[in-house]
């Protein structure tokens, strides 16, 4: 490592957050005082519509600490976390959001986890009382289901919020895959990982940024890039309708010889056994398409984002040549 590489990375995806950016780089700035060490914020514009690019620019201008890289189109918030790992060249990198629901303010119990020689420390909320009722029953819910489900322990009530260490984001990048759940990824690395207990503060400025069909998505690509358990699911249909036609024609064969009068007359009985075995045969196929369409998206190979505009930290450029090549190869 040459001597120039910043000690520590914040990296923040950006998209249309132009009502927090300013009193995030206020936050940010305090904080970085505490830190001991050069440290670099790589701020990713994922193709913000407002001002937020803007300020971004102006804040590159006025500090070098601070970088920024412009998505050509929205790419999400995982993509944008990619690249952001990707253009860090600190030795920890830690990411979070730019609504300030991430405190900067715990920065330095993170970074004081990681001197004491763990390689990830990823932030555990303790609440999320301030959050819609039906997202944290869906959300709590949810992760238990993924934490019995996935082929890693994935801890419970954690984002992305979290501190890296430089071999840990090396991992991450060497990664090719396009169905990015970093949370997963980062567990699936293993080293010694460790949770910084935090309360999540409601977001500061601005609307919500991940739409309910964007957790959607997430919450399935978390399932189906970490289990194959859905798969299976569809043998146990299979099977449990197999044992239930075996027991009807039982059934009917009792009816037939030893009962006066058959109940199973009409047709009702016919086409609740056939939507039911409709719906056991489409929900396979669905489960099955899912894992196809991830093939498929995977084999395509396309590049994980586009970039339009990169503002970079000037004193870096040196050692940044290396891995700005792999880096643009991938983008
Ligand atoms: N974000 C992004 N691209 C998107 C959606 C969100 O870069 O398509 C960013 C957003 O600007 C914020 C972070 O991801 O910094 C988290 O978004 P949000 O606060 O809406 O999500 P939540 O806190 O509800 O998980
Ligand atoms: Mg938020």
Redesign the pocket.
């Known amino acids: 490592m040459p001597i120039h590489s910043p000690i520590y990375s914040i990296v923040?995806?950006?998209?249309?957050?132009e009502a927090?950016i300013a009193q995030l780089y206020q936050r940010l700035c305090a904080v970085m005082q505490l830190l001991e060490g050069e440290t670099e914020l790589v701020l990713?514009d994922?193709?913000?519509r407002d001002r937020s690019l803007e300020m971004m620019r102006q804040l590159h201008l006025a500090d070098a600490r601070v970088s920024y890289l412009s998505f050509a189109r929205?790419?999400?918030?995982q993509i944008?976390?990619t690249a952001g790992l990707n253009f860090a060249s600190g030795q920890a990198v830690i990411v979070?959001?730019?609504?300030l629901?991430d405190p900067p303010e715990l920065l330095p119990q993170l970074v004081e986890r990681w001197r004491q020689g763990y390689q990830v420390v990823y932030a555990q909320r303790i609440q999320r009382q301030r959050?819609p009722w039906l997202?944290r029953f869906l959300a709590h819910w949810f992760y238990r289901l993924l934490r019995h489900l996935a082929d890693v322990e994935i801890p419970t009530d954690t984002?992305d919020f979290c501190l890296m260490d430089r071999r840990v984001v090396d991992l991450l990048n060497a990664m090719p895959e396009r169905n990015r759940y970093i949370r997963g990824l980062r567990a699936w690395v293993g080293y010694r990982q460790t949770a910084v207990q935090f309360d999540r503060a409601p977001?500061y400025a601005g609307?919500?940024?991940?739409t309910f069909s964007?957790?959607l998505a997430l919450a399935i690509n978390s399932l189906v890039g970490f289990s194959k358990v859905p798969l299976r699911l569809s043998t146990y249909l299979g099977l449990a309708s197999g044992a239930m036609s075996l027991l009807m024609s039982l059934l009917v064969l009792y009816w037939r010889f030893f009962a006066p009068r058959s109940p199973l007359t009409g047709y009702t009985i016919i086409t609740v056994v056939v939507f039911f075995l409709g719906a056991v045969q489409l929900i396979s196929i669905g489960i099955l398409g899912e894992y196809v369409g991830r093939i498929y998206e995977e084999i395509k190979g396309r590049p994980l984002y586009t970039l339009s505009e990169v503002g970079r930290f000037r004193a870096h450029d040196l050692h940044n040549s290396a891995s700005q090549t792999s880096a643009d190869q991938q983008a």
């Open positions: 923040i995806p950006i998209y249309n957050e927090n990713i994922d193709g913000s929205n790419f999400g918030h944008a976390v979070m959001d730019a609504d629901q959050e997202k984002g977001r609307s919500v940024k991940y964007k957790s």
